[in-house]
Nanobody
Framework: EVQLVESGGGLVQPGGSLRLSCTAS????????MSWVRQAPGKGLEWVST????????TYADTVKGRFTISRDNAKNTLYLQMNSLKPEDTAVYSC??????????????WGQGTQVTVSS
């Protein structure tokens, strides 16, 4: 069974930093592109970032470009999202998602339950 479990969320002040982790199991993690998505209360699902299977190619939404960094450790089956210069509008539930190939983003075939990130003073 494919499982994706996020961790690392919490409450931070504007301008602060946080690192999210996603541990994966049940599939060949190193063979698939992975993404982070988020959903704020009352809003739709927003794509945040994608990293290709080998970790060499990354893409970001304009809203987070320059502030967030996606990475992965294929030996540990773990995906990361380093978030710096956090803004209140970054408040959302963040989930990791598995793509169907080494390079695609949408559609996702599996995703985790998410971890809450709250940015507030």
């Amino acid at each position: 069974e494919v499982q994706l479990v996020e961790s690392g969320g919490g409450l931070v002040q504007p301008g602060g930093s946080l690192r999210l982790s996603c541990t994966a199991s049940g599939f060949a993690f190193s063979s698939y592109a992975m993404s982070w998505v988020r959903q704020a209360p009352g809003k739709g699902l927003e794509w945040v970032s994608t990293i290709h299977s080998g970790g060499g190619t990354t893409t970001y939404a304009d809203t987070v470009k320059g502030r967030f960094t996606i990475s992965r450790d294929n030996a540990k089956n773990t995906l990361y999202l380093q978030m710096n210069s956090l803004k209140p509008e970054d408040t959302a539930v963040y989930s990791c998602a598995k793509s169907r190939s080494a390079v695609t983003t949408w559609p996702y075939d599996y995703w985790g339950q998410g971890t809450q990130v709250t940015v507030s003073s």
